[in-house]
């Protein structure tokens, strides 16, 4: 505008951006959906890979879980199964220090009068267990004859040899617990047991010995002709060194067992707490679409205060007198706003249209007053369209019925048409006819000042 200088208020701001408050918001909206589009996209790939790591995860935590509940099983079958032998071995039931433990020892002597190297081939049957000897090189024929009197004794059914000098009957496990037999030298074989104050160790022995002697012939027909000789039989009262062995190692393991058993439970109670957390993802995808949502409401109210600053159209009744210095006669909105457009027409200083019989009622007392016997031909000008100048023109006319020698000429922008200027010459004075958040403060300032330049008396502006 040429030498004008345009206060902007902040009321004029606030009613253009809530006159578009639906663009601003289908802005936000959209923005919201870009971001959020583009920020699915963008975590769909992580979410993908974050799942898929999450479910390597679990996978590997399952299978640890079930290897080591299967180990604890495993192991807790070990200690009940040790528990258990435990609670029925012989060994453990007696005092390693006061347990008796009785030796017997015997001698084997060949009668083939052989002192070195024989080919010895035989074959037979000893209580259900078969015995080969093929080809063996034998240096000692006696020490041979040993070891098949160990291997007999080590083979043997003791609850069936043994039934008769026992209290009740006992397992083969746990009667090989208390039973022991080795060789001295290829000719000595010793038998040891151990006792308590139910079990004779030194009848035990004695009953082992008379076991292997009655089966004599068939190991001699077997290897080879020999003779049995008892040499000694002794009872001491402490174990035997080697039984406690076995005795304090059937301990260690049961305690190491259950040591073992209480840490890997610990450990699958421990892995169980700390489970892979499923991961959440919802949150953050509504989180930038807010974000994006508010950015486009920021983004769009800030584009619309430059566009107005821009732009300066009218948004007040008040705003072309307040600016321009011309007279307001009335009128109001051509048509009313929704929602947030109701608050921006209160602001604006009319609620009412411009075509409500009231507001017409209003503008004809107006022009009546400052026309009356005064001037004939009033022209209507102003930046709307020619139709909607027209328009207002038969609106207006009724309020002159009785006043036949006034006449409206009607000419659109009197700046940018010919037409209007030819019209401009023939009226007396003339009307701006104008319409909020249409009409442009910069355009309305040039047409007054082209109405000046023609020397016309302009009445004032409405609005329509």
């Given at each position: ?10 009321k004029?701001?606030?009613?253009f951006?809530?006159?578009?408050w639906?663009l ?11 971001i959020?589009?583009?920020?699915y996209s963008?975590?769909k790939?992580?979410?993908?890979e ?19 509940e ?21 060994l ?6 006061y347990?008796?433990t009785?030796?017997?020892t015997f001698?084997?002597k060949a009668?083939?009068g ?20 093929v ?8 020490g ?7 291997v ?12 008769t000098?026992?209290p009740?009957?006992?397992e083969?496990k ?33 009953a ?7 089966q004599?012939?068939?190991?001699a ?13 002794s ?11 076995e ?5 260690d ?41 508010l ?36 009128g ?11 608050l921006?027409d ?21 022009l009546k007053?400052?026309?009356s016997?005064?001037y ?5 000008t102003?930046?709307?369209s020619?139709?909607?100048l ?5 609106l ?13 000429l009607?000419?659109?922008?009197v ?11 023939e ?7 104008e319409?909020i ?6 355009i309305v ?15 004032g502006?409405v609005l329509?």
């Open positions: 505008m040429r030498n004008k200088i345009v206060e902007l208020s902040m004029e701001f606030l009613i951006i809530l006159r578009r639906l601003i918001l289908l802005c936000g909206v959209l923005f919201a959906g870009v959020g589009v583009q920020e963008k975590q790939a992580a979410e993908t974050l799942q898929s790591r999450y479910e390597r995860q679990l996978s590997a935590y399952k299978q640890s879980i079930q290897a080591k299967l180990e604890l099983r495993n192991l807790t079958k070990k200690m009940n199964a040790s528990i258990e032998h435990n609670e029925n071995s012989i453990l039931n007696i005092d390693p220090i347990g008796p009785a030796n017997l001698s084997i009668l083939l052989l002192d070195k190297t024989e080919n010895v081939v035989g074959e037979g049957e000893i209580l259900g267990n078969t015995l080969k000897i080809n063996e090189n034998v240096v000692d024929i006696n041979s004859i040993a070891h098949v009197y160990l007999l004794l080590n083979s043997t059914n003791l609850p069936e040899v043994l039934k000098v026992l009740q009957t006992y083969q746990y009667l090989e617990e208390i039973v022991r037999s080795e060789k001295i030298s290829d000719s000595l074989i010793r038998i040891t047991a151990v006792g308590n104050e139910d079990i004779q160790p030194e009848v035990l022995v004695q082992l010995y008379d076991y292997i002697a009655s004599q012939q068939v190991v027909d077997a290897v080879a002709a020999h003779e049995l000789t008892l040499l000694d039989v009872l001491t009262p402490k174990m035997d060194l080697k039984f406690e062995e005795l304090e190692k059937s301990r393991t049961m305690a190491e067992y259950s040591e073992v058993v209480k840490k890997l439970q610990e450990n699958i109670d421990k892995e169980k707490k700390d489970k892979p957390a499923k991961p959440v993802f919802a949150s953050r995808v509504a989180k930038d679409s807010l974000i994006g949502f950015s486009g409401l920021i983004l769009a109210s800030i584009t619309s205060v430059i566009f107005y600053a821009v732009t300066l159209r009218i948004q007040t009744t008040e705003q072309i007198q307040r600016q321009l210095d011309m007279r307001y006669l009335g109001g909105l051509h048509k009313r706003g929704i929602l947030f457009g109701i921006a209160k602001l604006s200083g009319t609620i009412k249209l411009a075509k409500d019989p009231e507001v017409t009622q209003y503008v004809g007392f107006n007053e400052l026309t016997g005064i004939k031909n009033i022209l209507l102003g930046t709307l020619q139709a909607d027209e328009e207002f023109e038969q207006i006319k009724h309020q002159f019925e009785t006043e036949q020698e006034i006449q409206f009607i000419g659109a922008n700046s940018q048409s010919a037409s209007s200027l030819k019209k401009l010459e009226a007396e004075a003339i009307l701006l006819v319409r958040d249409f009409s442009k403060l910069k300032n040039l047409e007054i000042e082209r109405i000046r330049l023609s020397g016309k008396n302009i009445l502006y329509y």
